[in-house]
């Protein structure tokens, strides 16, 4: 058995996607249209952006997310055009808007406005917050669930978990001091690692509450189908066996404001005998996280001509 899985805010880098563009027309195609609705909706230049666009740049939430949305569903486009088609579909935070696209809950229009909508909510969310994101390595979920309530007290200032990444990888997000707080905890607890990450903003914590209304109030104008393969949820870690419009944004407003469950979706995919798994995006993270969680699974990913070649 196969599944999509999509790549998510992080896994963008300057150039992504060239080659396709200037080699398939299916992929060229998808980001013309991409680009096209966003200055339709008066937003930026995605094929500047995304072709010669600087990492400072493009590293902007409100940038970054359509960029990755666009790029994910060109890929998908190529996939289709091949008759590659999975039997599950997931990705990790804003992948999971390329999922819905694959599974045909939402066009490709209503993909690239959502995504535009959510990252400029979510960066304006994060403005003004001196917050910190911190993938800490070694520990049991638990552990750093009990670390982040502990540097909480301690610092009088908000630290949560915001990612169940991978078996051993735990990320927390919040106030600069309790993140520095929950580090030192982290490492007297026998963490291997603190790695800092490169985003500003505490994503998928309560701090994103403003950010989940706005998408809230925003999701209940549009417009779903049903699913044609099952989407496997950050939210729960797991698919929904009737998915309605209500569940749909139920789901979607409470994944920007809560962990995502990477890890429970990497094994929910594994107990439902998936053997294979095609790691849509730039870079090769996700293709990581399934090597440690569930090793007997083969993941391959595609961000290049090269790596479309091999599968």
Sequence with gaps: MLAFMYAGQGAQKPGMGADLYETSETFKRAIDEASDILKENNS????????CGEAEEINKTSITQPLLAAFGAGITAILRDKKIKPDFVCGLSLGEYSALYSAGVINFNRLMKITSFRGKAMEEAGAGLDAKM?????????????ICNDASNITGKKVEVSNYNCTGQTVISGISDAVIKAEELAKIAGAKRCIELAVSGAFHTSFMKPAADKLNEFLKREEFNPPEFPIVFNAIGETVSDLNKDTLIELETRQIMSPVKMTQTIEF???????DVIE???GHVLGGFIRKTAPAIKAVSIENVEDLEKI
Aim: glycine share 10%; with cysteine; net charge negative.
């Design 134 to 146: 911190c993938a800490i390595l070694g520990l049991d979920p638990e552990v750093v669930e009990n």
């Design 280 to 282: 849509i995006g730039p």
């Design 269 to 275: 995919l594994a107990a439902k005998g998936v053997t």
């Design 44 to 51: 930026f230049d995605l094929k500047e952006m995304m072709f």
